[in-house]
């Protein structure tokens, strides 16, 4: 696992990373400390029309079934200037609660795509059962894959591909 602030690599049992003392208590503070009830799809920013909503989830479900112990989310948001996307993330899919998927599924498997839709960045997070399949060179190229279609605005293309890939 990678340090959602310094980058570097820390254990994934690590309380607080030995570079910069980052721990999950500083994004508590800056985030809150609760568990936060989620949906797989979230649109906060609500930039997708109902239509391509359920065409998601669809296509969430199909994801599940091929990856039973996996569950994928998104998350669109106009986030603060001085937000940090990747922390965010971090904290998103740590504090979480998906769904059903609480019951069935844990965060150590999920994967959590958030687009800032203000800020126009992206970032895709995942558990611990994930680093040793999605390392930071395929992510990287599956959101350059996205990048057209998120800078056209065209959010299910976006989110879809990225699903798929």
């Not at 500083?26 to 609760?34: A, C, K, P, R, T």
Request: glycine letters at 6%; charged letters at 25%; one cysteine or more.
């Amino acid at each position: 696992m990678k340090c959602p602030r310094c980058v570097q690599r820390i254990h994934a049992t690590a309380a607080q990373c030995p570079h910069c003392d980052f721990s999950m208590e500083d994004l508590d503070i800056e985030f809150g400390q609760s568990v936060l009830q989620m949906r797989r799809l979230d649109d906060t920013a609500g930039v997708l029309k109902k239509k391509e909503r359920r065409t998601l989830i669809r296509e969430f479900e199909l994801f599940e079934k091929a990856f039973p112990q996996l569950f994928f989310c998104s998350h669109t948001a106009a986030l603060d200037p001085l937000t940090n996307i990747r922390q965010y993330a971090f904290w998103l899919l740590n504090r979480g609660t998906f769904d059903k998927e609480a019951t069935i599924r844990t965060n150590e498997g999920g994967i959590i795509l958030v687009i800032d839709v203000s800020g126009k960045s992206v970032t895709l997070t995942h558990g611990y059962l994930l680093d040793a399949y999605l390392t930071e060179e395929l992510t990287f190229d599956i959101l350059s894959k996205a990048h057209p279609y998120l800078l056209q605005g065209q959010y299910l293309k976006a989110i879809g591909l990225i699903l798929r890939k």
